[in-house]
């Protein structure tokens, strides 16, 4: 729990970033909300191209934490912040100069264009404060500091809630500048965090990186970064694609569709949060365990916060669908975006059920040090049902946005019972790195 909490409050903080959003542009119309929806998953698209050394520092670091080796430690991370940081700035670049090609990649209408493309190139523009971001705060997080990138959000939350009410609707002074106002203050609140995170990383866990230590440039360990990092981003970026292929098809669907699921998808993220909390938090420890090679503690510790981490999010799940279409409400005044998202948040409810299992074993199995069985199972079964079948039932069935839903519903289900099996038969033990 000392390690969940801290962790939970950062990724509220971080949901709320974009709920606030939303919230904040759907004053400015349906449509603001739809396209600021479509060219947000782009830069989570990207984002998760800056996890992936991110990924493998967590993993890496945490069993190297566990089992005492301070210098490898320093060498995995001072690597994995000269990588990020060109990939950074790179990325960074492209989606500054190709945002209207990219989105008319995705089929955005032409009356949505100029506010998303806005939003995409300011945003994308400053994306690398998350490359460098995301590799402070795996590190800390390895080594149990979990309260500096808490708040590092929490500050973070505020920078955004403050520019978005100065320049969206011009307060103080201020232009009233919409959808570009909220870019503006999204990218303020990112290089925000990264100093933030920067400061406490330098003053309390990596102090220095003797020059000595990269000479000769340390290969294992960044081929451990590799290792760790490519079969687990290749998972997270065959989801997040799969699902950029499925909003393409909603936004096929109508208007209406692509705002109720950028709605629901944010309102039920909040859902998940605890649960996601707990694993990440047990996730540390099940590094540091089999860092020292007690995989047995480690198994039984996993199970232990995979049913709290149940509990928790069916609970959720089951008060948000009865407050649905009070939530909706709040956002919108269109009836049918409210009964259509009334109805998703109870598919939400078993949705949940497979989410959590997936994201359990999927996590855990590589704290252990099993990566490549997560990643072909999710890449499988995202392409083939999350995509193919939705397709189908959605689009030539006439299904729409319902029984799009209810296929995410399948698919997370199935992928969570053949990773839980995995974890339960004990492929994993004996693949420590350290």
Same mark, same amino acid.
């Given at each position: 729990?000392?390690?969940?909490?801290?962790?939970?409050?950062?990724?509220?903080?971080?949901?709320?970033?974009?709920?606030?959003?939303?919230? =904040?542009?759907? &004053?400015?119309?349906?449509?603001?909300?739809?396209?600021?929806?479509?060219?947000?998953?782009?830069?989570?698209?990207?984002?998760?191209?800056?996890?992936?050394?991110?990924?493998? +520092?967590?993993?890496?670091?945490?069993?190297?934490?566990?089992?005492?080796?301070?210098?490898?430690?320093?060498?995995?991370?001072?690597?994995?912040?000269?990588?990020?940081?060109?990939?950074?700035?790179?990325?960074?670049?492209?989606?500054?100069?190709?945002?209207?090609?990219?989105?008319?990649?995705?089929?955005?209408?032409?009356?949505?264009?100029?506010?998303?493309?806005?939003?995409?190139?300011?945003?994308?523009?400053? &994306?690398?404060?998350?490359?460098?971001?995301?590799?402070?705060?795996?590190?800390?997080?390895?080594?149990?500091?979990?309260?500096?990138?808490?708040?590092?959000?929490?500050?973070?939350?505020?920078?955004?809630?403050?520019?978005?009410?100065?320049?969206?609707?011009?307060?103080?002074?201020?232009? !009233?500048?919409?959808?570009?106002?909220?870019?503006?203050?999204?990218?303020?609140?990112?290089?925000?965090?990264?100093?933030?995170?920067?400061?406490?990383?330098?003053?309390?866990? #990596?102090?220095?990186?003797?020059?000595?230590?990269?000479?000769?440039?340390?290969?294992?360990?960044?081929?451990? #970064?590799?290792?760790?990092?490519?079969?687990?981003?290749?998972?997270?970026?065959?989801?997040?694609?799969?699902?950029?292929?499925? #909003?393409?098809?909603?936004?096929?669907?109508?208007? $209406?569709?692509?705002?109720?699921?950028?709605?629901?998808?944010?309102?039920?993220?909040?859902?998940?949060?605890?649960?996601?909390?707990?694993?990440?938090?047990?996730?540390?420890?099940?590094?540091?365990?089999?860092?020292?090679?007690?995989?047995?503690?480690?198994?039984?510790?996993?199970?232990?916060?995979?049913?709290?981490? =149940?509990? +928790?999010?069916?609970?959720?799940?089951? !008060?948000?669908?009865?407050?649905?279409?009070?939530?909706?409400?709040?956002?919108?005044?269109?009836?049918?975006?409210?009964?259509?998202?009334?109805?998703?948040?109870?598919?939400?409810?078993?949705? $949940?059920?497979?989410?959590?299992?997936?994201?359990?074993?999927?996590?855990?199995?590589?704290?252990?040090?099993?990566? #490549?069985?997560?990643?072909?199972?999710?890449?499988?079964?995202?392409?083939?049902?999350?995509?193919? +079948?939705?397709? +189908?039932? !959605?689009?030539?069935?006439?299904?729409?946005?319902?029984?799009?839903?209810?296929?995410?519903?399948?698919?997370?289900?199935?992928?969570?019972?053949?990773?839980?099996?995995?974890?339960?038969?004990?492929?994993?033990?004996?693949?420590?790195?350290?």
């Amino acid at each position: 729990m000392r390690l969940t909490i801290p962790i939970f409050m950062e990724i509220a903080l971080v949901a709320l970033v974009g709920f606030v959003d939303m919230f =904040m542009l759907s &004053s400015c119309g349906d449509g603001a909300v739809a396209a600021v929806g479509l060219a947000s998953q782009i830069v989570m698209l990207v984002f998760l191209v800056y996890r992936f050394a991110a990924s493998g +520092v967590a993993v890496v670091c945490a069993q190297y934490h566990g089992a005492g080796l301070r210098k490898r430690l320093v060498q995995v991370v001072g690597v994995a912040l000269i990588f990020n940081a060109l990939l950074g700035f790179g990325m960074s670049a492209f989606l500054c100069l190709n945002a209207e090609t990219i989105l008319r990649m995705m089929g955005l209408r032409e009356e949505l264009m100029a506010e998303g493309a806005a939003y995409l190139r300011i945003t994308g523009a400053f &994306s690398f404060f998350q490359a460098l971001g995301f590799t402070f705060s795996s590190s800390l997080r390895s080594v149990d500091r979990v309260r500096s990138p808490m708040v590092a959000t929490a500050v973070a939350n505020i920078v955004n809630v403050v520019g978005n009410y100065l320049l969206i609707y011009g307060h103080c002074g201020c232009p !009233a500048l919409g959808v570009v106002g909220a870019a503006w203050a999204t990218a303020a609140s990112q290089g925000v965090s990264m100093m933030i995170l920067q400061v406490h990383h330098t003053r309390v866990h #990596i102090r220095r990186y003797p020059r000595v230590w990269f000479r000769p440039f340390p290969w294992r360990e960044f081929t451990g #970064i590799f290792k760790i990092g490519l079969p687990a981003i290749g998972e997270e970026m065959s989801y997040c694609l799969s699902q950029a292929v499925t #909003i393409y098809f909603i936004n096929q669907i109508s208007t $209406e569709a692509l705002t109720t699921r950028t709605y629901v998808a944010n309102s039920v993220m909040f859902t998940y949060l605890f649960g996601v909390s707990a694993i990440q938090a047990g996730d540390i420890l099940v590094g540091h365990l089999i860092g020292q090679h007690r995989d047995n503690v480690a198994y039984l510790l996993g199970n232990f916060f995979y049913r709290r981490a =149940m509990a +928790v999010s069916l609970c959720c799940s089951g !008060a948000l669908a009865l407050a649905g279409p009070w939530v909706l409400g709040i956002l919108t005044q269109n009836s049918e975006i409210i009964r259509l998202g009334t109805i998703l948040f109870w598919i939400d409810c078993v949705l $949940e059920i497979g989410r959590i299992r997936n994201i359990f074993a999927c996590w855990t199995l590589r704290a252990a040090g099993d990566v #490549i069985y997560p990643m072909t199972v999710g890449i499988t079964f995202q392409w083939v049902i999350a995509v193919g +079948v939705f397709w +189908v039932v !959605a689009i030539p069935l006439g299904f729409g946005l319902v029984g799009a839903w209810v296929v995410f519903a399948i698919d997370e289900n199935v992928r969570g019972c053949i990773l839980l099996r995995r974890w339960h038969a004990k492929a994993w033990f004996g693949k420590s790195l350290a």
